[in-house]
C-alpha cells in the first residue's frame, strides 16, 4: 500500500484560488490510479476528481468542472489539485487517495475502488 500525506489547505474568501498537494510514498506511484475525495459536514463523502496511472485520463465532478484541474507528477510521487473560482459549498475535508492500476490503465471514480487514503486536509471557502 501507499502513503500519502495532503497538504494546501485553508481557509480562502468565495472566488479564491487553491493547490492541494499530494504526496505519495513507494516506487511505483506510476502504477497508481489517483483520485481526490471531499467530506462536508453532515454529508458523505464523495469523488472530486480523479486520474488514471499516467496522467491521460481524467475525471470531473459536475459540480467542479471547469473550476478545478487534477494533475499527477509521477517523476515526483506527487498529485496535484488545483481549484479555482471556489464557492462555500466546496468547503469540506478533501482526501487524496490511491488505488493501484489493473491490467488497463484508467480511471477509478467510486470510493470503494481505492484502498489507501491519506489523512485529508481542511478547506474553508468564506462567503
Known amino acids: 500500500q501507499v502513503q500519502l500525506v495532503e497538504s494546501g489547505g485553508g481557509l480562502v474568501q468565495d472566488g479564491g484560488s487553491l493547490r492541494l498537494s499530494c504526496a505519495a510514498s513507494g516506487r511505483t506511484f506510476s502504477s497508481y490510479v489517483m483520485g481526490w475525495f471531499r467530506q462536508a459536514p453532515g454529508k458523505e463523502r464523495e469523488v472530486v476528481a480523479a486520474?488514471?496511472?499516467?496522467?491521460?485520463?481524467?475525471y470531473y465532478a459536475n459540480s467542479v468542472k471547469g473550476r478545478f484541474t487534477i494533475s499527477r507528477d509521477n517523476a515526483k510521487n506527487m498529485v496535484y489539485l488545483q481549484m479555482n473560482s471556489l464557492k462555500p459549498e466546496d468547503t469540506a475535508v478533501y482526501y487524496c487517495a490511491a488505488r493501484a492500476r489493473s491490467y488497463y490503465c484508467t480511471v477509478y471514480i467510486k470510493e470503494g475502488d481505492f484502498g489507501s487514503w491519506g489523512q485529508g486536509t481542511q478547506v474553508t471557502v468564506s462567503s
Open positions: 486520474v488514471n496511472c499516467d496522467g491521460g485520463r481524467t
